[in-house]
């Protein structure tokens, strides 16, 4: 008589930003006596589940003059330890209509357990990595407890705020630090490989590095355990995960000063070398980049606009006054442009001969949100020679694959 048997596993309990790699498992088939199940008839050899839980197929040779059924059984491994001990169904042929078994194995959010009914998804650090120094690990508003980055991590990958963790906007938020140029690069790598960004903030939260394409970034101390953080109230001035994030990222840039506090201008400043070498290091190719002290003349700020198409992302340098309402002295802040710079009257996109006086708007990513530049707080459109007074420089990517 032949006994087929086959079954699948199914992971519950885990958050929307993880899984569970079952090809990690593996499982031994036992047949056993039905009126003696501690008496092992045969057993098949270990087997590997595929990477989504499935078994083989088994079809095992039942030779024993017992004219009783056997009770079929598994273990289940990893990593050489049985985590499962499970009695399977089992049938005399290998009909598609059976009921085949399907385990629903329980698994942790990454909490370190010593319970016999969880494993673990991934390896928790004996000590936390990113410590907040006005509310540490324990207390109730520690901005960096696992279960709060899980729950950013899920809705930012939904492109959604998480207001209870004090992150209002869908996309990547400087809040008032100045790391508006790793809010841009992480904006479009978000939006082209949230894969990458997903798996860098883990591993930046589990092991205190991470690779990022060919980037492989370490965080100082002072990044891991930033000072004047948080307010009094438990409201972060950045949002962990973008702290934990871009902070880390810029950090790497520096040499002599950790990026260590919110209000660190100068460690925090992004020139245009670094988005290339950032955008370069997930294989993006650059097409353009151009910087300058002073601002561009129409001619500059067209072609630019121009290269906005749905092959590439257009990362601006900028006077912040442009959503600020102030006027333009210096560049201090990097944008990224969603659409070309269009007329308002017409919206056909400006060229060379535009007039000055033009009134012109732009749907542009910055603080977290992406919109057009007239719905930011100072609700104005701009004549094009004044806005053309805001643009210092730009970087012109193919969109990360």
């Not at 950090?251 to 070498?277: A, R």
Request: proline share 5%; charged share 20%.
């Amino acid at each position: 008589m032949n006994i087929y048997a086959k079954f699948s596993v199914k992971a519950v309990g885990i958050d929307d930003c993880s899984a569970i790699d079952f090809s990690r498992y593996s499982y031994i088939i036992k047949l056993c006596h039905t009126s003696d199940r501690d008496n092992v008839i045969s057993s098949e050899p270990e087997t590997k589940f595929s990477q989504s839980g499935e078994s083989s197929l088994h079809c095992i040779n039942y030779t024993d003059s017992s004219s009783e059924f056997p009770v079929t059984y598994c273990d289940i491994y990893c990593a050489g330890v049985c985590t499962d001990k499970i009695y399977i169904k089992s049938f005399p042929d290998a009909g598609s209509s059976h009921d085949w078994t399907v385990l629903n194995k329980k698994f942790s959010k990454g909490e370190t357990t010593q319970s016999k009914n969880y494993d673990k998804i991934c390896n928790i650090s004996s000590h936390r990595i990113f410590i907040d120094s006005q509310f540490p690990v324990g207390h109730p508003d520690d901005p960096f407890e696992k279960s709060k980055i899980e729950r950013q991590l899920a809705a930012r990958l939904k492109f959604q705020p998480s207001p209870v963790d004090f992150m209002h906007y869908q996309f990547p938020d400087q809040g008032n630090a100045s790391i508006c140029g790793p809010a841009a690069f992480f904006y479009t790598l978000l939006k082209d490989r949230p894969d990458l960004y997903s798996q860098y903030i883990k591993d930046l939260w589990n092991n205190g590095e991470a690779s990022l394409g060919k980037l492989r970034i370490t965080p100082s101390k002072g990044v891991c355990h930033p000072n004047n953080y948080t307010e009094r109230t438990g409201d972060t001035r950045v949002p962990a995960i973008d702290w934990i994030s871009m902070a880390s990222l810029r950090d790497d840039e520096n040499i002599f000063l950790d990026y260590d506090n919110p209000d660190n201008e100068l460690s925090g400043l992004t020139m245009p070398e670094g988005i290339i070498k950032w955008v370069k290091a997930v294989g993006s190719d650059v097409i353009f980049h151009e910087m300058s002290l002073f601002h561009w003349p129409k001619n500059m700020v067209a072609k630019l606009s121009d290269y906005v198409d749905a092959t590439n992302h257009v990362a601006v340098l900028i006077h912040h006054g442009m959503l600020k309402g102030i006027d333009s002295q210096y560049p201090t802040h990097w944008i990224v442009w969603d659409g070309k710079v269009t007329v308002v009257n017409t919206q056909k996109p400006v060229d060379e001969h535009t007039p000055d006086n033009e009134l012109v708007d732009v749907k542009l990513f910055s603080w977290g949100q992406s919109k057009n530049m007239s719905s930011y707080s100072i609700s104005r459109t701009l004549p094009f020679k004044k806005l053309c007074s805001y643009i210092y420089g730009g970087v012109v990517f193919n969109k990360i694959p």
